[in-house]
């Protein structure tokens, strides 16, 4: 593969010049707001069809409400990059307040639409289903039709939806505008430094266990100052959330999070239930590292410490050739694909202050686009995150040919394609290993990632589900928020770990998320689900590249349950399913211990 230099900053220019002064953006800020007005009006006067000839006014309408959706979408994409690419652009929060309002705009009146046209006589549904240009909706159409059932009256839903915006949303928007301006003071190599948060949380990993110790207990201490705002933005969010549950007589907080990823019950206790039966080998693994530190047990900031010290450093550039080379043995599209991403400055990985923490993929509708944001520091753990943020972009990618209503695939699906691409990269690293100690880091660095599904994500699972019980009877304060995070971290860790981050639901984005409800149990389903996938794909190469397509492409046509019995041939409603995913897991520990034994 020819050496070649890739940008390290994202090209946004492409999409709207200027940043948050962009005077395109205004523009098509401006030009959306009217098309809105517009189709908004058009969707107020539809009344519900009676006859199969009113088809193509239907399909008018619905092409109509999804191009607008795309504009505001791009619209959300850029504004979220700017977002993410300097914390102190405070024109950029203005503008997200903007295009929230857009979208809670546009969801009233095409929810309208959708309302009146989910009280269509069964006979003519079933003749629309038909119609040429309506078949290939037909999942979306008979999903709509089902929500309409199930929500309050037209205009009830309207006020929800204008409520949201200056209620829900804004909880979750006064959130990231806490953190935005939390800094922490710490000293590291003997230089003390500002960090933003989401620098600090990177020193969590930091190979010294002063400095872990140190960040970790400034971090609780900045968290625990302003708990009693965090305390504030979640409950009023949840509060918010619960009310409309109650309005619209549903009882079960899980209701929501399972209709929007397609999900059965029984499917989630499935994978739940094989997760605990199974988490033995996970704790001899931790107890493992904490021997290898020297300790009896791990204390919550030496869950991310490495036990050996990875040699292998890897330029962005370096990361990049490793990541295209691996991918070429499964997938020559994806491989081709995410080299265009490189070569054309889709990722932000600059290494700088100022930075959110984390990383994402946000797609750009009209462009047909995506653009990465991470913070690349050389570690093989940030080319396996770079390589799962690639598996996002290929994602839609992969869905180009598809109608935009069908590619609106869910969270826990919305995992599969990043957390396959991460495991071709976490492999080939483990085994492209020079030394037995490099092989030994880059075990453990895969085994954080079961770790952190398995039991990470569990407790945040357990907390957020005997928080919104405890909600449902009133105001639920900081303190008793710390004792929840505290018992469901030792539950879910099985009391494997010695200390605890009380502060974890005041300092973990996804409680304060308003998209999507419940922003936990979905990963833990795109790993095991993906693993399955991944252990397909090993056993046919690059033969399965057109059957991993396919599989993508339906992903926002069919419930889950179809789709894995469409493409794998399994139930996942049984345990059994999801201990294949799990055995391939505990195969790492068993390697690991072994390695370690010596």
């Known amino acids: 593969m020819t050496k070649t230099s890739y940008p390290v900053v994202w090209d946004l220019d492409v999409f709207f010049k200027g940043g948050s002064d962009s005077e395109e953006l205004r523009r098509h800020l401006d030009e959306t707001k009217e098309r809105l007005a517009t189709v908004a009006e058009k969707f107020n006067q539809f009344e519900t069809p009676t006859s199969v000839n009113q088809a193509e006014e239907v399909s008018n309408l619905i092409e109509e409400g999804s191009s607008l959706a795309q504009h505001i979408r791009q619209a959300g994409a850029f504004i979220s990059c700017l977002e993410a690419q300097d914390m102190s652009d405070h024109k950029a929060s203005t503008l997200r307040s903007e295009v929230t309002e857009l979208s809670a705009t546009y969801g009233a009146a095409f929810n309208s639409f959708k309302q009146k046209l989910a009280q269509t006589d069964e006979n003519v549904w079933q003749e629309f289903l038909e119609h040429d240009k309506l078949a290939e909706l037909t999942f979306v159409l008979n999903e709509w039709r089902d929500a309409a059932q199930e929500q309050l009256s037209e205009d009830e839903e309207a006020l929800i939806s204008s409520l949201s915006v200056d209620g829900y949303h804004a909880w979750g928007q006064m959130y ?80 929501e999070p399972l209709d929007i990823n397609r999900m059965q019950q029984d499917t989630l206790d499935a994978m739940w239930g094989a997760i605990t039966k199974h988490k033995q080998p996970f704790v001899d693994f931790l107890y493992r590292k904490a021997e290898l530190l020297g300790k009896d047990k791990l204390e919550w900031y030496d869950l991310g410490a490495p036990t050996q010290e990875n040699s292998q450093k890897l330029s962005y550039d370096e990361g990049a050739q490793f990541i295209l080379k691996h991918f070429e043995e499964f997938s020559p599209i994806m491989a081709k694909f995410s080299k265009t991403a490189f070569e054309e400055g889709w990722i932000e990985a600059e290494d700088r202050s100022g930075k959110r923490p984390g990383g994402f993929c946000t797609g750009f ?59 071709i990269v976490a492999d080939a690293a483990v085994k492209a290993a020079d030394t037995k100690e490099d092989q030994i880091a880059l075990l453990e660095d895969k085994l954080q990632r079961s770790v952190a599904f398995f039991m990470n994500i569990h407790s945040r699972f357990l907390f957020e589900t005997r928080f919104y019980e405890e909600r449902k009877n009133g105001f639920v304060p900081a303190s008793r928020l710390n004792e929840l995070t505290d018992e469901a971290q030792r539950e879910a860790y099985c009391d494997a770990v010695n200390s605890t981050s009380p502060s974890y639901w005041s300092n973990k984005l996804h409680f304060h998320i308003t998209g999507v409800p419940f922003y936990n149990f979905p990963y833990t389903f795109g790993y095991l689900f993906s693993l399955s996938i991944y252990a397909k794909a090993l056993e046919e190469g690059t033969n399965y590249e057109d059957q991993y397509i396919a599989l993508l492409q339906d992903t926002a046509r069919m419930s889950v349950e179809d789709l894995a019995m469409k493409h794998l041939g399994e139930d996942i409603t049984k345990e059994a399913f999801w201990e294949k995913g799990i055995e391939l897991c505990k195969k790492d520990v068993a390697e690991y211990l072994e390695l370690t034994s010596q």
């Open 365 to 423: 509708p009209l462009s047909e686009q995506s653009r990465i944001f991470m913070t690349y520091s050389g570690s093989m753990s940030n080319v396996a995150t770079l390589a799962h943020e690639l598996g996002h972009a290929y994602h839609s990618y992969a869905l180009k040919p598809v109608h935009p209503l069908n590619r609106r695939y869910a969270m826990n699906v919305a995992e599969t394609a990043s957390t396959f691409a991460e495991m």
């Open 176 to 255: 990231n505008t806490i953190i935005g301006g939390m800094t922490v003071n710490v000293t590291v190599d003997g230089e003390e430094k500002e960090l933003s948060v989401g620098q600090a949380n990177n020193l969590l990993s930091h190979e010294n266990p002063e400095v872990r110790k140190q960040v970790f207990e400034k971090l609780e201490a900045a968290w625990k100052e302003k708990e009693s705002l965090f305390a504030n933005t979640l409950n009023h969010l949840a509060g918010f959330r619960l009310n409309v549950y109650k309005k619209r007589g549903w009882d079960n907080v899980l209701k």
